[in-house]
């Protein structure tokens, strides 16, 4: 049996100055996307105090103004008090935005090229990509992620409503859990550190978001008399969003997966197209991974893919059940093979990934979310018969 132990894992609400720049990014490629399909779309962001950049590359055939994407954005998060240095009324803005090299495009596109082995459409660049499911969860997420991200969606919807006027966008939670026999058994931390008005003092702050927060959404069996619950642990934070701290596209790249319970290839995934496999190769492997363990295959399931640039097949395609499986770990790497395609066209096909659908993707987890799964398809678990019928 493996030995007890303690796992953690965080999330960031949409304030949150690096997730101001996902959200900002992820707009761009809707707005790419909702009028030209075939967009090619790079697009990182950064944000301090009052200024906003946009740099990157993108080749659309798309018309819109990319100031006013970026306003709506930082407006819909909540950064509109004109007391904040950070405003969607006044902020500075530089677009850097420059065309998708020529030499990664011949790469990518569906023809043929000097010295290109195939016309086929080829990956936008090499790399490992990873996807994750367990049975801890009815999401089959890890269960430290997933309250991390129900908490900080929870204290969003508190904000938004006008329950809690004091409240302001830039937050962060944090849950620990205890497993025992390999299983999470109960909460031992929660953390919570939430931007505030000024008005409101930090014992008010804990006891309202103890009772309105914490003990709303984590179930009373979960927490025990030795739970601590850390609610702005420094004291004060009024200042914060990007005039507390500085802000990048794609940092929050374990809260955007798996909160470090699945290994991650490296790659961000806000404000890239499909053809970009770090994001589209990483829906593959949780949509394959779900439906390992949907099936019944096994309670944990890592799926590794590798690609090479411009090239149309992945390199290798590997799953790790850590000793979960209930039938041979090869027979399962078979059928996934027989089941799904990892051609990079045939993922954004099965996906259906060439839509304006990557807003929903950018907050609180890009997995393990199952309240749009018209948008995030590689939520399903529609392959479970297919694999049981190879499989048995």
């Given at each position: 049996m493996p030995r007890p132990f303690i796992f953690s894992s965080e999330s960031v609400t949409e304030g949150h100055p690096d997730k101001v720049c996902d959200t900002i990014s992820d707009a761009i490629l809707d707005a790419c996307l909702a009028q030209d399909v075939n967009s090619r779309v790079a697009c990182e962001t950064f944000v301090k105090d009052n200024v906003v950049g946009l740099a990157g590359e993108i080749t659309t055939h798309a018309d819109f103004d990319s100031r006013s994407v970026v306003e709506k954005a930082i407006r819909e998060i909540g950064y509109t008090d004109k007391a904040c240095k950070f405003n969607a009324d006044s902020f500075f803005f530089m677009n850097l935005i420059g065309q998708q090299s020529p030499d990664i495009a011949q790469g990518v596109d569906a023809e043929g090229a000097d010295h290109k082995d195939s016309e086929e459409q080829?990956?936008?660049?090499?790399?490992?990509?990873?996807?994750?499911?367990?049975?801890?969860?009815?999401?089959?997420?890890?269960?430290?992620?997933?309250?991390?991200?129900?908490?900080?969606?929870?204290?969003?919807?508190?904000?938004?409503?006008?329950?809690?006027?004091?409240?302001?966008?830039?937050?962060?939670?944090?849950?620990?859990?205890?497993?025992?026999?390999?299983?999470?058994?109960?909460?031992?931390?929660?953390?919570?550190?939430?931007?505030?008005?000024d008005s409101i003092s930090t014992p008010e702050i804990r006891e309202i978001l103890e009772k309105d927060l914490i003990r709303r959404v984590i179930p009373a069996a979960l927490i025990t008399k030795e739970t601590e619950l850390l609610i702005n642990p420094t004291g004060q934070f009024v200042i914060g969003g990007p005039e507390g701290d500085a802000g990048l596209t794609g940092r929050k790249i374990i809260v955007d997966t798996y909160g470090g319970m699945g290994r991650h290839g490296g790659g961000a995934f806000s404000g890239k197209d499909p053809s970009k496999v770090d994001r589209s190769a990483a829906y593959m492997c949780r949509w394959v991974a779900k439906n390992i363990?949907?099936?019944?295959?096994?309670?944990?399931?890592?799926?590794?893919?590798?690609?090479?640039?411009?090239?149309?097949?992945?390199?290798?395609?590997?799953?790790?059940?850590?000793?979960?499986?209930?039938?041979?770990?090869?027979?399962?790497?078979?059928?996934?093979?027989?089941?799904?395609?990892?051609?990079?066209?045939?993922?954004?096909?099965?996906?259906?990934?060439?839509?304006?659908?990557y807003n929903h993707t950018t907050n609180y987890g890009h997995f393990g979310r199952e309240d749009n799964l018209s948008a995030l398809t590689w939520e399903k678990t529609n392959k479970v018969d297919e694999l049981k019928g190879l499989l048995g």
């Open positions: 080829g990956a936008g660049d090499q790399g490992i990509m990873f996807g994750y499911a367990c049975d801890e969860t009815k999401e089959l997420m890890p269960a430290p992620i997933s309250w991390s991200h129900k908490l900080g969606k929870e204290l969003t919807l508190l904000r938004k409503s006008g329950q809690h006027t004091w409240l302001r966008p830039d937050s962060k939670t944090q849950v620990s859990m205890q497993y025992v026999d390999g299983k999470p058994t109960h909460v031992t931390a929660v953390v919570v550190s939430t931007m505030h008005e363990v949907a099936s019944g295959l096994a309670s944990k399931a890592e799926l590794q893919v590798a690609y090479a640039i411009g090239h149309p097949h992945p390199v290798s395609v590997s799953v790790d059940t850590f000793g979960t499986n209930q039938v041979d770990e090869e027979a399962i790497e078979k059928a996934i093979q027989d089941v799904f395609s990892f051609k990079p066209a045939d993922i954004i096909t099965q996906l259906d990934l060439l839509r304006p659908i």
